[in-house]
T-cell receptor
Framework: KAGVTQTPRYLIKTRGQQVTLSCSPI?????VSWYQQTPGQGLQFLFE???????NKGNFPGRFSGRQFSNSRSEMNVSTLELGDSALYLC????????????FGEGSWLTVV | AQSVTQLGSHVSVSEGALVLLRCNYS??????LFWYVQYPNQGLQLLLK??????LVKGINGFEAEFKKSETSFHLTKPSAHMSDAAEYFC?????????????FGKGTKLSVIP
């Protein structure tokens, strides 16, 4: 059974640009969530989607957005990139109930220069 | 509001010694609790989770954790450390109430194993 797949794994962008990250959840999982990991702030929740609807949103500016498609694949977009957006972005999938196991992908490393 | 506190950002143990990583949570409702491990340049791997069944939870790689409601703790232990256990460990919580599906993580504890 394939795990959570994130693409691209590594990318470098310039300030002011935008970026789109992709996540394919485990087959059968309808919930996809995104987390940002930085040395200073640790792991922070961005948002969670279930059956194409955003259920939860973390405390991030509107430059951070996401969506989920009918096949449960998800994308997150960051517009007008800032240096502070440099981070590891982790996608996670689950069946969508609070006690379910949440599986993480390998992450996408974003560097903003 | 819920929060997770991991005591000790860095823990060093000798190979073969007991591993004890501490996690305390604050939650007004019964929580679901998780321990994840992260190896360098990798994502998070689930070690174990507590979902209100047995209070002593056994996980992968010989790790276990005990849920103690009176102490609001969920400490992670392993009887004998192995070199391959060197990694960063994260404790996380999800509230069991309706409408909450996000993990709140502690700051992490980096475990070093000394040969």
């Amino acid at each position: 059974k394939a795990g959570v797949t994130q693409t691209p794994r590594y990318l470098i962008k310039t300030r002011g640009q935008q970026v789109t990250l992709s996540c394919s959840p485990i087959s059968g999982h309808r919930s996809v969530s995104w987390y940002q990991q930085t040395p200073g702030q640790g792991l922070q929740f961005l948002f969670e989607y279930f059956s194409e609807t955003q259920r939860n949103k973390g405390n991030f500016p509107g430059r951070f957005s996401g969506r989920q498609f009918s096949n449960s694949r998800s994308e997150m977009n960051v517009s007008t990139l800032e240096l502070g957006d440099s981070a590891l972005y982790l996608c996670a999938s689950s069946q969508g109930q609070p006690g379910n196991t949440i599986y993480f992908g390998e992450g996408s490393w974003l560097t903003v220069v | 509001a819920q929060s997770v506190t991991q005591l000790g950002s860095h823990v060093s143990v000798s190979e073969g010694a007991l591993v004890l990583l501490r996690c305390n949570y604050s939650s007004s409702v019964p929580p679901y609790l998780f321990w994840y491990v992260q190896y360098p340049n990798q994502g998070l791997q689930l070690l174990l989770k507590y979902t209100s069944a047995a209070t002593l939870v056994k996980g992968i790689n010989g790790f276990e954790a005990e849920f103690k409601k009176s102490e609001t703790s969920f400490h992670l232990t392993k009887p004998s450390a192995h070199m391959s256990d060197a990694a960063e460990y994260f404790c996380a919580v999800i509230l069991s109430g309706a409408g909450s599906y996000q993990l709140t993580f502690g700051k992490g504890t980096k475990l070093s194993v000394i040969p």
